[in-house]
Each structure stands twice: as C-alpha cells, then as structure tokens.
C-alpha cells in the first residue's frame, strides 16, 4: 500500500499563488508517476498534471502551474501562479504504477485539499 498526504491548500484572490506538497510513503517503489487532479463542485474529477520518476512531464495547466518533485523525500509538489475563481476545487494527489492521465489509472488517492480562489 502506499499512502499520500497533501498539504498546502487554502484561500486565496485571483492573482495569487498557492503550493500544494503530496508526500508518499510505503510501498513507494511501486510508483512510477505522481500527480494532480482536481474536482470542482458538480463537475467530475479532471486531470491537471503529472509527473515521473523518470522525470517526464505532462501538464495540461501550461504556463500558470508547475509539477516538480524531490524523489529523496518521495514528495510531489504543485506550484500554482495567477490563479483564477475557476481553479476554485479539491485537489486531489494521484499515484500509479504507470503513466496517470485519466482517474482510472491512479492507484492511491490523497484524501484532498481545498483550494478556493475568490475575485
């Protein structure tokens, strides 16, 4: 089994930053990649970025969040810029013991963290 535990969310005014930390432990040596998902009210569970052990990198949030990690501590981080009310969700870390894109592929799940973001 593995465990992940988030930390780092909160509220925050469009514009602002905020990062999120996802610590695995475990059974990590099973993981091969690490991510972000977020969900917001009403709407489904929906694919933000992740992230390899190998260091490859998928994002669909260019240009305003960044996935980074330290492999020595088995943490994933996610860096948010400029945010806006609409990435207003619970973000959700994400593992699996192949490429994650969809929530189907993930194995272990955080317990979530609130991210509100007012105008």
């Known amino acids: 089994q593995v465990q992940l535990v988030e930390s780092g969310g909160g509220s925050v005014q469009a514009g602002g930053s905020l990062r999120l930390s996802c610590a695995a432990s475990?059974?990590?040596?099973?993981?091969?990649?690490m991510g972000w998902f977020r969900q917001a009210p009403g709407k489904e569970r929906e694919f933000v970025g992740a992230?390899?052990?190998?260091?490859a990198i998928a994002d669909s949030v260019k240009g305003r969040f960044t996935i980074s990690r330290d492999v020595a501590k088995n943490t994933v981080y996610l860096q948010m810029n400029s945010l806006k009310p609409e990435d207003t969700a619970v973000y959700y870390c994400?593992?699996?013991?192949?490429?994650?894109?969809?929530?189907?592929?993930?194995?272990?799940w955080g317990q979530g963290t609130q991210v509100t973001v007012s105008s």
């Open positions: 475990g059974r990590t040596f099973s993981i091969y990649d």
């Open positions: 992230i390899s052990w190998s260091g």
């Open positions: 994400a593992a699996g013991s192949c490429t994650i894109a969809t929530p189907k592929d993930v194995d272990y």
